[in-house]
């Protein structure tokens, strides 16, 4: 029962934020009572009444000090050690007035009366936002002031005896209504934590559904970047596809054709490629097929070229700004670098390796339509260089080159 109580007060802000100010005010408040109580023993010790009063003063001391280092302590451990604290202090502040009648005489007690009352009414003050420890520190202090007023059976005692009720009533009020305006204040200072938490929890909750959004658009973009690659890539090859090179084709005639500058195009296809396939299996033929497009691709030496799959065994390279004699150049040098392999290719009629034919095509283009003219010239450049013979570059002219090549 004493933990769960114990772990409610922690948790009450107003508790929390009582016990704090209440441990600060008791620290702030040692040597003024050290100091009071010193004069008190000093004052009746210089007349010679009652010197003995300071033994009085050293247990105060102890108290109050003992008591400062227990509220070091947190939370409700610190409230009970201030209120101990207080309650020996309110204690021994309502023994002193007895003692110095008990030891001076009625007369002499009136000093320590004063005092003591100081003491009280300092304690409403530092101690009145909470009730507890407020009557804990004060009415020890006005049970005694009122009994010795009493028992000085005298007007002024009555009246001292009359007054020190109503004062303390008075203190009672003022302690009430600071501690709702402490209430209000914490309860202000807790619903403000808590919008701002609230409102710090939803700008968190925004953020990381505005990053979860985003993750997933990532991802949905890589996805459709991923599938569009793949719907733009030869499978066997790993070389653009017929359906990109199309694409592809169109884009580069319109920019051509703004920018006035010349397009060009190379067709190749690999010589009696199905008699390579019948004799060597078409596992060996893919193999072959990797090789071509591999050397292909390499001679796709700037930004815009593109080698691509166009057929089974029929390929393409598109060279913008790229005229007719450097694409004659680069397709020679592809022909010849794929003849030099020396990939054995038994059943061909050209060599005993692999070879390949080039159609050449360049234009400036003068309208949108220039592809389809572009296209049917490479094809009729490829077909009249496998007519010449094969394993030779034929340009859309009707110009050969190549080592198969008449003199």
Known sequence: MTDDRAGRDDDDPLRRASIEL????????????????????????????APRLWLWWLVLAFVRLAGQRAMRRRGSAARGALLATLAASGLLWGIAPLLVAWLAGMDA??????????????????????????????????????????????????????????????????????RRTLAAQIRRRVESEALAAERGERAAKATAELDRRLETERMLRASRDRAERLSSTDALTGIANRRYFDKRLRAEVSRAFRARSPLSLVLADLDYFKQYNDLYGHPQGDECLRAFAALLESYCRRGGDLAARVGGEEFALLLPETDYAAACHLAEQARAAFDAAGILHEGSQVKDNATASFGVASVTPDGLEAGEALLAQADAALYRAKGQGRNRVAGAAGAATGAAAAP
């Not at 020890?140 to 303390?168: H, K, M, N, T, W």
């Open 22 to 49: 209440l441990v600060c005010n008791a620290a702030s408040g040692v040597v003024p009572d050290l100091l009071v109580g010193a004069l008190c023993c000093g004052f009746y010790s210089v007349t010679g009444l």
């Open 109 to 178: 007690a009136f000093a320590a009366i004063l005092l003591a009352a100081g003491i009280a009414i300092a304690a409403f003050g530092s101690y009145g936002i909470d009730a507890r420890a407020a009557l804990l520190a004060t009415l020890p202090i006005a049970v005694a002031i009122v009994g010795l007023a009493l028992a000085a059976a005298s007007l002024a005692g009555y009246a001292v005896a009359a007054a020190v009720p109503l004062l303390y009533a008075h203190q009672c009020l003022v302690a009430v209504q600071a």
